[in-house]
């Protein structure tokens, strides 16, 4: 008797999804497991599940959205990494390429798309890295090419690449006109450590005072949303 279809098809690989945002993991989960080659193994929506959840499920990928409460995500990177080198690492999130995408590399993510980009695309990428490579979007590929290029040829990179993963929070949120009190409340931090991050990005920055950083966050921020193209890779 001819064995099923069923049975002559390579196991589907397995996807651990973490995000702390229940609808979206029903979401992605539901595209994921209408696939033939893949299936999710499991769920996660905080930062101390994952590398639980990494032990437990055994994944073949990780799905991972780098905004986690007040967590951080490029931490969450580097200590899966840690524990489990072998394991790729997806990164699917909200925030816009120019900001996360080389942290999220460097930290040793395989992948970053964002949720702005066609729901298609999350499969695509997965099934890319995957295979062992790196999925990019054209501006995420455009943007690590030429700050290779300027750090290859000594030119300054932009200065807000300095900033740490908090930082870069703290900075953004005063880019969007919040205060000092409403960026403790938002990140779950107190005041002092707020304006302690304030102060290293003032320093780290050139700034002399709290209004010239304000001034060059909202900048940064308007300049970051001027309009421009952003091809995923196929």
């Not at 690989?13 to 696939?35: F, S, T, W």
């Not at 992948?111 to 999925?135: D, M, W």
């Not at 300054?156 to 953004?172: A, C, H």
Request: proline residues 4%; hydrophobic residues 45%; contains cysteine.
């Amino acid at each position: 008797m001819a064995k099923p279809l069923s049975n002559l098809l390579p196991p589907r690989k397995r996807i651990l999804l973490v995000d702390d945002h229940a609808v979206v993991r029903q979401g992605i989960a539901e595209l994921i497991n209408e696939q033939p080659d893949l299936e999710v193994c499991g769920e996660a929506e905080s930062e101390l599940e994952v590398l639980p959840r990494i032990a437990e499920t055994n994944p073949d990928l990780l799905l991972l959205d780098i905004t986690l409460g007040d967590a951080s995500g490029i931490e969450v990177i580097s200590q899966v990494k840690a524990r489990f080198p072998a394991l790729p690492i997806l990164v699917l999130t909200m925030h816009a390429e120019a900001v996360y995408a080389e942290l999220a590399i460097s930290a040793g993510a395989s992948g970053y798309i964002t949720k702005a980009q066609a729901i298609s695309n999350v499969l695509t990428a997965a099934r890319r890295v995957l295979a062992g490579e790196v999925y990019l979007s054209d501006a995420a590929a455009s943007l690590l090419i030429r700050k290779q290029v300027a750090r290859t040829a000594g030119i300054e990179v932009e200065p807000v690449r300095k900033l740490s993963t908090r930082e870069m929070q703290v900075f953004q949120l005063i880019g969007r006109w919040k205060g000092t009190r409403q960026i403790a409340d938002e990140l779950k931090l107190s005041v002092k450590t707020v304006e302690y991050y304030q102060k290293q990005i003032k320093d780290k920055l050139h700034l002399k005072n709290a209004s010239e950083l304000i001034r060059y966050a909202i900048e940064w921020k308007q300049d970051k949303q001027a309009p421009r193209s952003s091809v995923s890779l196929h």
